[in-house]
Structure formats: structure tokens, C-alpha cells
């Protein structure tokens, strides 16, 4: 397989977007909008080549660049070629605003996120713009999911949640259990999903115990989940980039909307065996079925 590396601009005004239309390259992408940025030229500094391809294709300054993230890429034109995306928050130098296209673009639009149609734009640039989304997600929400320990004991309790896949992807079932003050058992469940991933699974676990908190009227919840990844990834340290974890976690964020505070913390698996258990008999349950 063939590797390269390649830049993309995010640049904003007015919580609007930057992109630019293709008027020439393959069938994928002609007459699409894209995120401003190519491939590296041999011996070339990333930051170096962002600039250059601001500059020729758009007539852009930059004022600033940072580092937005980086992700991989598969084309789906040709799959013997993986893409390292190099991705820059862009701040445009002050009097250099005017957009002048060359000959690869015929035509620009600023939008803001929720107007642009997926539709329109590249698959690469959709890989992209669910990644700037999902950090929205969580930030919106940021504010509930908390680490301190202060609670409403007659509104608090602790969840324990967890999911697993017979094959990953394979069979999959979630569960979790609700323990009160006082430890005592106050809720348990657990859902068959079908065939999917452990990361998929996992994210269910968190879906099933937040509804039923919400539908008992809990309002402070302390999680505690065997997945770090996933720990990490609701207390947004690390980003969400698979594709097919976003809607769960745009659901998950959303109930989390229902809550005063929302703790998430990483346990061993041998102190999660109550939801690892409900999601066991889950899956055995079904076996049996079948």
C-alpha cells in the first residue's frame, strides 16, 4: 500500500467555513467543495505546503496555523493508497480576505457547519468535517461532565456500564447497573444489539444507563465503565474519528443535556463484573433463542 501526506485548512469567519469547489480531478470529486489543502512535494514541511496551496489556489495569507488533528485516509478510488491528513485551524493574515481561485476551483462558499450538504462536498471532506462536528457535540456539553465528587446523595448514584462483542464485530449485547447511596441495586438491563463492535457495545452501555437514570429521575450520575478509550473520549480528551461511533455519541450527548453532572471513570475489569455479567447473560440469552 501506498502512503502519502497531504494538508487540509480549517478556516473560520463568523463560525462559517471556508470551502472551495473542484473544477478538475476525477469523477469523485469534480464539482465538489472541499477543504482547502493538497500533498506534500517531496522534501516539504507541512505548514510549507499550506501556505503554498492557500496561497495559489485561494490568493490566502496565513496569519496562523495550529494543529487541528490527523487522521488517515483510504481513497476509495484507489485503496492501495492510505493518506496521512494533516489538519490546521487557519487564522487568515488581516487585508488578505479576497478570495482569487485558480484553475482547480471555480467557485467558494462560507457556511456554517449544519447548512453545508454532505452531498456536495468529498468524502475526505466529510471524514473531516464529522470530526470538527463531534468536538462541537462534546463541547456543548462539556460543562455537565464534571470529575468532582460533590454530590446530591438523594439524586446521585453510581452506573456501572459495559458492552462486548463475540468477534468484534459479532454478536454484541450492552448492559449496566444502577447502585444508590446506600449500595443497593436499584436498576439492571441489559439490550441485545445485534451484530457490531466492542467500541459500539461499550457506547450502548452508557445510551442504556443514562435512559433509565433519566426515566427514575436521577440527576447526578457517576459512571464507571472498564473501557478507557471510551472514558477518555466522553471526557473529550481523545477525538471520536470512527465514522460509525458518531451517532451513538450524538445520542449519548444529548441525554447527557437531561443531567445536573456527569462523572466518567475507568475501573479495572474485575470491578465492572455486575454489567460485564448482564451483558453476558444478554448474549447467552439470545444464543439460547437461536
Known amino acids: 500500500m501506498k502512503q502519502r501526506i497531504s494538508v487540509r485548512a480549517l478556516i473560520k469567519s463568523d463560525n462559517k467555513i471556508l470551502l472551495l469547489r473542484r473544477a478538475n480531478g476525477r469523477d469523485s470529486i469534480l464539482g465538489k467543495y472541499e477543504l482547502p489543502g493538497g500533498k506534500l512535494a517531496y522534501g516539504e514541511q507541512p505548514e510549507d505546503t499550506l501556505r503554498r496551496y492557500l496561497h495559489?489556489?485561494?490568493?490566502?495569507?496565513?496569519?496562523?496555523?495550529?494543529?487541528?488533528?490527523a487522521v488517515t485516509y483510504i481513497d476509495r478510488d484507489d485503496r492501495d493508497i492510505q493518506y496521512a491528513v494533516i489538519v490546521y485551524?487557519?487564522?487568515?493574515?488581516?487585508?488578505?480576505?479576497?478570495?482569487?481561485?485558480?484553475q482547480n476551483y471555480d467557485a467558494y462558499f462560507w457556511k456554517i457547519e449544519s447548512e453545508i450538504q454532505h452531498?456536495?462536498?468529498t468524502d475526505l471532506t466529510n471524514l473531516l468535517l464529522g470530526i470538527v462536528h463531534q468536538e462541537y457535540v462534546t463541547d456543548i456539553s462539556a460543562n455537565i461532565v464534571s470529575n468532582n465528587d460533590d454530590k446530591?446523595?438523594?439524586?446521585?448514584?453510581?452506573?456501572?456500564?459495559?458492552?462486548?462483542?463475540?468477534?468484534?464485530?459479532?454478536?454484541?449485547a450492552a448492559g449496566y447497573v444502577?447502585?444508590?447511596?446506600?449500595q443497593e441495586v436499584v436498576s439492571q438491563g441489559g439490550e441485545?444489539?445485534?451484530?457490531?463492535?466492542?467500541?459500539?457495545?461499550?457506547y450502548h452501555?452508557?445510551?442504556l444507563g443514562l435512559e433509565k437514570a433519566i426515566e427514575l429521575g436521577y440527576k447526578n450520575i457517576d459512571f464507571?465503565?472498564?473501557?478507557?478509550?471510551?472514558?477518555?473520549?466522553?471526557k473529550g480528551i481523545y477525538k471520536i474519528k470512527n465514522r460509525e461511533l458518531w451517532p451513538i455519541h450524538e445520542r449519548i450527548r444529548t441525554l447527557l443535556m437531561e443531567f445536573d453532572k456527569v462523572s466518567f471513570s475507568h475501573v479495572r475489569r474485575e470491578f465492572n463484573q455486575l454489567a460485564d455479567g448482564m451483558v453476558n447473560r444478554t448474549l447467552d440469552a439470545h444464543s439460547n433463542e437461536d
Not at 495569507?61 to 495550529?66: D, G, L, M, R, V
Not at 487568515?92 to 485558480?102: E, I, M, T, V
Not at 441485545?192 to 461499550?202: C, D, I, K, R, W
Open 152 to 172: 446530591n446523595t438523594s439524586k446521585s448514584v453510581i452506573i456501572y456500564s459495559d458492552g462486548g462483542s463475540r468477534g468484534n464485530p459479532g454478536p454484541s
Open 178 to 182: 444502577i447502585i444508590d447511596a446506600s
Open 205 to 207: 452501555g452508557l445510551r
Open 224 to 234: 464507571r465503565l472498564d473501557s478507557m478509550l471510551v472514558v477518555n473520549q466522553m
Open 89 to 102: 485551524e487557519v487564522v487568515l493574515a488581516s487585508g488578505h480576505h479576497d478570495l482569487r481561485l485558480s
Open 192 to 202: 441485545y444489539l445485534g451484530v457490531t463492535t466492542n467500541n459500539q457495545a461499550e
Open 119 to 121: 452531498e456536495n462536498i
Open 56 to 69: 495559489e489556489d485561494a490568493g490566502l495569507h496565513i496569519q496562523t496555523a495550529e494543529l487541528f488533528d
